[in-house]
């Protein structure tokens, strides 16, 4: 379904390209400053997600974040971000990890999806 173009939606798609890391909401609310509502955000931003555009992160802080999908398969209906996020508790820091992490499952088991957080030390604050 093609959507209509819009100045918020503008705003925060520049505010996610622009980004070294994933977003919160609190986050690009305070980067788009008083231009605009929470609900603008919100509603945007699972627009985004819906589109395949942005995909969330759910945090261990509780919190949500959104990246921008620069390298996902979107191939069929459904949207899949198939790769681990990591999340700095110094910083705050939320990205996405393009390297492939092995993960053992037990015997009978088969992976088709995978959807990871892993929390610690970024090479920054490390």
């Known amino acids: 379904m093609r959507r209509r173009k819009t100045q918020s ?7 996610l390209k622009t980004a070294k890391s994933a ?11 008083e231009s ?6 919100y509603r945007v931003l699972n627009r985004f997600c819906e589109d395949g555009q942005v995909h969330k992160i759910v945090g261990d802080d509780g919190k ?8 996902c398969d979107t191939a069929g209906e459904e949207h899949n971000h198939n ?10 820091k939320v990205e996405c ?3 492939e992490i092995d993960i053992q499952l037990p015997k ?4 088709e999806r995978l959807n990871g957080l892993i929390s610690g030390l970024c090479d920054n604050c490390s």
Do not use: P, V, W
């Open 9 to 15: 939606k503008t705003e925060i798609l520049n505010a």
């Open 23 to 33: 977003l919160s909401h609190e986050m690009l609310q305070s980067e788009l400053g």
């Open 36 to 41: 605009m509502d929470r609900a603008t955000i």
């Open 64 to 71: 949500q974040y959104f990246a921008l999908c620069l390298n």
């Open 83 to 92: 790769h681990f996020h990591f999340r700095c508790i110094e910083c705050g």
């Open 97 to 99: 990890l393009q390297d």
């Open 108 to 111: 009978g088991y088969r992976a």
